[in-house]
């Protein structure tokens, strides 16, 4: 039901805003989210909402004053009708402000949208003016037809669980699990939570250590380059071991200085702990139907390689090198040399009954790349809906074997 206050301007579409800069206007929106009260000495003071209509999606609004208490009430995926509002500019960024003549409507409650029965249905329950009306038509369509997600906002309420500060890092005991019990609920999630799901895996894109042509990037694809000889080098690198993060520049590499993290995130002291790692890859993980990208960072690379470490790798790489290096040297003094083995050799010797443990690494990477010819696994990720699918949106935490696999 609408405000009797009087309009001191006219309501406009938000991709006309920047026309009725310092201007009165009135606003029809969707509400997509609020971000928690801003306050000085305790005293609430300001919070901003995002709001959006068929003409523009995403339009920022700060409330002042008395519209903070009506912000109370609303819920994410309400429609709401915001009067006499000011249009004002910062920059190149245009926004809206309430004053002290302003006020907020609700016109229909998310809950209502949620079991849609049609524009006329929705549209008895709001007494408005007959433009207002034809602009209420046009945003429940746009509604309806684009589906903001707000199956998942309305269930997010900023005082419960608002947005953290930019600083400071989000409790991980906060996060919601989500059990999913396909790649499809995991690819349509919409809110940040832990998620665990199985499917199996498909196959593995590294990054480009070295600039390669449009035509190579199928060389990118671990399945491509397993029987290659700088396979390691491609896989692991100098790097820390708690964050993940590569460190060294290898030669050719086009990672950028800017790009290395000067602070490590998990540690106490913020001080990367250096040691061979495996490089951060994509994960393509899939179900009968689906497929999903997935970030694996060194820890969740050494769950999913058996808890074999890349520095154990690295090293066992290296130590079959030199044997096989020994191997040709026997070769030649078998074919004319008469010297006694020394205690170099005595020393390869020994090395060559350990546990070879590249070649057990290589041969479980052989085992999981071979689709189709494995049971599925279990995964869990770390899910952040801020980042694109293929930039980390899903972010590997371990990975198992189902008990049942293993009767």
């Not at 009708?81 to 402000?97: C, D, H, P």
């Not at 409790?171 to 790649?183: I, N, P, R, V, Y």
């Not at 196959?203 to 990118?220: N, R, W, Y």
Request: net charge positive; aromatic share 8%; charged share 20%.
């Amino acid at each position: 039901m609408a405000s009797a206050i009087g309009w001191y301007g006219p309501l406009i579409d938000l991709s006309e805003a920047s026309s009725h800069v310092t201007q009165f206007v009135q606003l029809l929106v969707f509400l997509h989210r609020c971000t928690p009260l801003q306050s000085v000495g305790g005293e609430a003071i300001r919070t901003h909402v995002q709001v959006g209509d068929e003409t523009r999606p995403f339009f920022f609004v700060t409330l002042w004053g008395k519209a903070m208490a009506s912000a109370c009430t609303l819920a994410p995926g309400d429609i709401i009708l915001l009067q006499n509002v000011v249009i004002v500019k910062y920059g190149t960024s245009v926004e809206a402000k309430t004053v002290q003549q302003s006020s907020i409507v609700r016109l229909i409650h998310s809950s209502e949208l949620l079991f849609f029965e049609g524009v006329e249905a929705l549209m008895k329950h709001v007494r408005v003016g007959i433009s207002t009306k034809e602009k209420f038509k046009r945003m429940i369509e746009w509604v309806h037809k684009t589906k903001p997600p707000i199956h998942s906002i309305s269930r997010i309420h900023n005082h419960k669980d608002g947005l953290n500060a930019v600083n400071w890092k989000k409790h991980e005991g906060t996060k919601k699990f989500q059990h999913c019990s396909s790649l499809f609920e995991v690819k349509n999630l919409d809110i940040s939570c832990k998620a665990t799901f199985f499917a199996s895996v498909g196959e593995i894109f590294l990054p480009s250590t070295t600039k390669v042509d449009a035509l190579d990037k199928q060389s990118m694809f671990l399945s491509r380059k397993i029987c290659t000889h700088n396979l390691v080098e491609d896989v692991i690198c100098t790097g820390c071991q708690l964050c993940g993060s590569p460190l060294g520049f290898d030669q050719g590499s086009e990672q950028k200085k800017a790009d290395v993290p000067l602070y490590c995130p998990e540690s106490s002291d913020r001080l990367h702990v250096l040691s061979f790692i495996y490089r951060p890859f994509m994960l393509y993980v899939w179900d009968e139907v689906e497929y999903v990208p997935v970030l694996v960072k060194n820890t969740a690379a050494t769950h999913l390689f058996g808890n074999i470490k890349a520095d154990k790798v690295y090293t066992s790489y290296k130590r079959s090198q030199s044997l096989e290096t020994c191997s040709a040297s026997k070769e030649l003094h078998s074919m004319g040399c008469t010297k006694s083995s020394t205690p170099d050799a005595n020393r390869n010797s020994q090395s060559s009954k350990s546990i070879n443990i590249f070649f057990i690494w290589l041969t479980l990477l052989r085992v999981l790349l071979k689709q189709g010819k494995h049971a599925p696994l279990r995964f869990l990720v770390d899910v952040n809906t801020d980042l694109d699918k293929g930039k980390g949106r899903f972010d590997l935490i371990s990975v198992s074997l189902s008990c049942s696999d293993l009767v």
